[in-house]
């Protein structure tokens, strides 16, 4: 009796993880689409339910994602996501910044024409999303853009570092691209990076790649106020 369950308690263990990052992964999309947004609370019956699995797996998936600073769980009331405070979002621009910088130093010097063609093709994508002002659609193909430079890249802690900052940041990204215009003003600067890149020169793709996500942050809390100084010098 013993010999036959011995060997089903590891394998219900890996049922259940794989099924708490499923779960993770799907609370991820909610984020990444709008579905979830900061301050909403979770109703964990509800997602069980509509995915067809136990709250085992969901609790699991909340507690990864509280660890990782997305959702946070106050007492007698459940769980939530989170709101980032203007400060921790800044910052979050600026680390992510860094880390585009150093993708265009990285990719620049080692694309290929075929990769330059995949990301031009993706602009091309994300125009028409812009037009139609279709944010879900636009947010979506700009993960991909972002994310295939990394992939180009090959460098898979400047991966994983920059996705550890993206997940944190889907709390307040959208908030700049549903600005009137910024769709269209967003894919122009998709459009210098393809072209800073296609030069092959390092320098050049890492400021436009740094430029890129720091006007993005500049549309939510204003210049620098060394540049606020200057402008009014």
């Known amino acids: 009796m013993t010999e036959r369950l011995e060997p089903a308690l590891p394998l219900k263990i890996r049922r259940t993880g794989s099924l708490a990052s499923l779960v993770r992964r799907e609370l991820e999309r909610m984020i990444e689409t709008g579905e979830l947004k900061a301050g909403d609370w979770l109703n964990e019956n509800a997602l069980a339910a509509r995915l067809g ?5 969901v609790r699991e998936a909340c507690r990864g994602l509280e660890q990782s600073g997305i959702f946070e769980v106050v007492v007698n009331r459940g769980v939530f996501v989170r709101e980032l405070q203007p400060k921790e979002a800044a910052e979050l621009y600026d680390i992510r910044a860094a880390l585009m910088r150093l993708l265009g130093q990285t990719l620049a010097p080692r694309i290929t024409i075929g990769e330059l063609g995949k990301l031009a093709s993706a602009t091309e994508k994300m125009d028409k999303a812009a037009r139609a002002e279709d ?4 947010y979506a193909l700009n993960l991909g853009f972002h994310g295939a430079m990394l992939d180009f890249a090959g460098n898979e802690r400047l991966s994983a570092l920059h996705a550890g900052v993206q997940r944190e ?8 691209l549903d600005m009137p215009g910024r769709l269209i003003a967003s894919n122009e600067e998709h459009r210098r990076i393809v072209a800073a890149l296609a030069t092959r020169h ?4 890492a400021r436009e790649m740094e430029e890129h996500v720091l006007i993005s942050k500049n549309l939510l809390f204003g210049p620098p106020a060394a540049a606020k100084r200057r402008a009014h010098a």
């Open 135 to 138: 944010l879900n659609a636009f």
């Open 169 to 176: 940041m889907h709390l307040f990204r959208r908030r700049t």
């Open 53 to 57: 699995v136990s709250r085992g797996p």
């Open 202 to 205: 390092a320098e050049t793709a």
